[in-house]
Nanobody, 121 residues
Framework: QVQLVESGGGLVQAGGSLRLSCAAS????????MGWYRQAPGKEREFVAM??????????DYADSVEDRFTISRDNARNAVYLEMNSLKPEDTGIYYC????????????WGQGTQVTVSS
């Protein structure tokens, strides 16, 4: 059974930093896109960052709102993906979800249970 487990959320003041971790189990995610989404209260889940796999290596994409502040990375040996968040703003508050996307005849999305990030002003 595939599982994604997030950790590292918490309460931080504006301008502070947090590092989120996502540990995957049940299958290898080496050749799979992995990333982060978030959902603020009363809003839809939105894309934050993704590390995308291709035969030529990995590329990272970011939402405009987090570009230059957040950094996504992955450790294939640990089957893990991380999100380093700096210069946090109150609008970064939300539940952060880890995502693993397996492409194929049918795309399969795996999700973690989420970790709460709260940024106080």
């Amino acid at each position: 059974q595939v599982q994604l487990v997030e950790s590292g959320g918490g309460l931080v003041q504006a301008g502070g930093s947090l590092r989120l971790s996502c540990a995957a189990s049940g299958r290898t995610f080496t050749n799979v896109d992995m990333g982060w989404y978030r959902q603020a209260p009363g809003k839809e889940r939105e894309f934050v960052a993704m590390t995308r796999w291709s035969w030529r290596g990995y590329n990272s994409d970011y939402a405009d709102s987090v570009e230059d502040r957040f950094t996504i990375s992955r450790d294939n040996a640990r089957n893990a993906v991380y999100l380093e968040m700096n210069s946090l703003k109150p609008e970064d508050t939300g539940i952060y979800y880890c995502n693993g996307r397996v492409a194929g005849p049918v795309t399969v999305d795996y999700w973690g249970q989420g970790t709460q990030v709260t940024v106080s002003s």
